[in-house]
T-cell receptor, first 111, second 114 residues
């Protein structure tokens, strides 16, 4: 069974204080790992897809990396508008088109 | 493009009532999905469809039904609503690039069953 665990559950940062969110996964044959951002009362918004270990992707203050067992979402010099819940999901070869989601990390950035 | 749209945004049902949650996408995606999200939890897959006329169960299908008669629409039917179905429901659609599935989500329907 595919499993995704995100940590920490919640993270509170000061504006400008860089940090990382973790997504650990156990799947059979990873096809893709996805990061989403979810604002309160909204649907998840797609951020990144990572396909293989060693891959990195960046968008503004966010950088996602992938190893064979986990992914990190690095947030550099965050701003209050980066406050949101960040969800990680995996697609395994045996699952076809289905994704397995983690429970998310709730990030709060204080001014 | 409007992307994925869902109606209604909010709904309160009494136990035993039925309703249909609507989902439409205008991106010509073949794949569509229904998820539920409970407070502090991740998304759980209810049903999904790989194309018009083809649907399959996800992780938590009990108490729900779906149909897919067109590429654009994927309604979710709740029969005999129960308090355990109180949740936020998200519809998503996707295309497949090199076998990898990037899903795009609607704004959600917040359902309360009393």
């Amino acid at each position: 069974e595919d499993q995704v665990t995100q940590s920490p559950e919640a993270l509170r940062l000061q504006e400008g204080e860089s940090s990382s969110l973790n997504c650990s996964y156990t799947v059979s044959g990873l096809r893709g790992l996805f990061w989403y951002r979810q604002d309160p009362g909204k649907g998840p918004e797609f951020l990144f897809t990572l396909y293989s270990a060693g891959e990195e992707k960046e968008k503004e203050r966010l950088k996602a990396t992938l190893t064979k067992k986990e992914s990190f979402l690095h947030i550099t010099a965050p701003k209050p508008e980066d406050s949101a819940t960040y969800l990680c999901a995996v697609q395994a070869g045996a699952s076809g088109s289905r994704l397995t989601f983690g429970e998310g990390t709730q990030l709060t950035v204080n001014p | 493009n409007a992307g994925v749209t869902q109606t209604p945004k909010f709904r309160i049902l009494k136990i035993g009532q039925s309703m249909t949650l609507q989902c439409t996408q205008d991106m010509n995606h073949n794949y569509m999905y229904w998820y539920r999200q409970d407070p502090g939890m991740g998304l759980k897959l209810i049903y999904y469809s790989v194309g018009a006329g083809i649907t399959d169960k996800g992780e938590v299908p009990n108490g729900y039904n779906v149909s897919r008669s067109t590429t654009e629409d994927f309604p979710l039917r709740l029969e005999l609503a129960a308090p355990s179905q109180t949740s936020v429901y998200f519809c998503a659609s996707s295309y497949i690039i090199a076998g990898v599935n990037e899903q795009f989500f609607g704004p959600g329907t917040r359902l309360t069953v009393l």
